[in-house]
Each structure stands twice: as structure tokens, then as C-alpha cells.
């Protein structure tokens, strides 16, 4: 754990840990729907089209609480 990390108070960390799971969690339900043969390809298109919203919320839930705590982007 960070010298930063151990500043924060633990619900904050629970909160991130939390958004970080669940941006993840959403990453790996995209991938495997995407790697799932359907029967009807419609719906396929349509699930893989809301898990990418979710996906992308999901991120800026996360890079949004990363900021508010003061954690740098490590991509930036």
C-alpha cells in the first residue's frame, strides 16, 4: 500500500475498491458475451451495447472518486 493509500479513510478506499471491482467486473462481462456464440445476433449487439455504456460509466465513476481523492492518472 501507498504512503497515499494510507492517508485515505477507510470507506473512501472502500469506495474505490468498490468501482475498481465493479469497472472490472463489467470489462469481464463485456468479454464474455463478446466471446459467446447467440442465436440471435440482435440481442447479442444489443447486451454487448449496454454493457459498453456501462463500462464507460463505470470508468468515470472510478476516475472521477480517483480524482476527488487526489490519486493521479498512472496513463497521464
Known amino acids: 500500500m501507498t504512503e497515499a493509500a494510507k492517508l485515505w479513510r477507510p470507506e ?11 469497472a472490472d467486473a463489467l470489462n469481464i462481462a463485456y468479454m464474455a458475451v463478446e466471446l459467446e456464440e447467440w442465436g440471435y445476433p440482435e440481442a447479442k449487439e444489443e447486451m454487448l451495447e449496454t454493457l ?7 470508468h468515470e465513476w472510478f476516475a472521477s ?3 476527488a481523492l487526489g490519486i493521479p492518472d498512472p496513463l497521464a
Do not use: D
Request: hydrophobic residues 35%; positive net charge.
Open 52 to 58: 459498453e455504456k456501462m463500462r464507460e460509466e463505470a
Open 65 to 67: 472518486y480517483r480524482r
Open 12 to 22: 473512501e478506499e472502500r469506495m474505490l475498491r468498490w468501482l475498481l471491482r465493479r
